[in-house]
């Protein structure tokens, strides 16, 4: 009972020491998502654009930020960018996360799109809606459906790849468990307790997008999972 009673008192006295960095890992990853979901939307309509040069360059974006790594991404923007904008640890991180992701988002939402019938479109014109008028009644609200599973997935795997984040400096989560390291060399427990905060983390997010997934569903049309 003893020893249990002092791996209890460890384990609280490391989540006391992290908790405060918990709300930085949501920051940035709520912040990075947001701007992930703005960029994904605007490269996915160029990638449907009936303009070619318009379509060559956002089929351009996806294959180049899709095939650099996201941790020479954040040096990039950090210490390149950075420098010349006067971007501090946060907004770099942030803005780092958000352009990697809005590539995987741009494809993600383009199928949701192109997953729609052209019937829809055609139905739409015949009514007289004008394009943005189109997308939003109609195509959007049908893609929805398609676009919300592996969105949830980019959420979580966007979660996770805000701990690279602590490369620069930036206290979130990883950051605060390798501080606690350096301070107590206590390996084990403290990255046990990281682990498990990443895992309630993501857990309750994935919860919340099977919620929006179930609102969306269209009777008859169900996602495989």
Sequence with gaps: MEWLSRQLDLYLDILRFLAPAIPMTLKVTLLAFVLALLGGMIISLTRI?????LRLLGRAYVDVIRG???????????FGLGKILNLDRFLAGVIAVGICYS????EIIR????SVGKGQYEAALSLGMSFPQTMRHIIFPQALRVIIPPTANEFVACLKDSSLVSIIGLRELTRAGREYY???FVDFHTWFMVAVIYFILTYGLTRMFYWLERK??????EVAH
């Design 182 to 184: 350096s301070q107590y």
């Design 68 to 78: 650099v790594p996201l941790l020479v991404q954040i040096f990039f923007i950090y």
């Design 49 to 53: 654009s009936g303009f070619a040069p």
């Design 103 to 106: 590539a995987y988002l741009a």
């Design 216 to 221: 969306y569903k269209v009777l008859g049309y």
């Design 111 to 114: 199928a949701g799109i192109q």
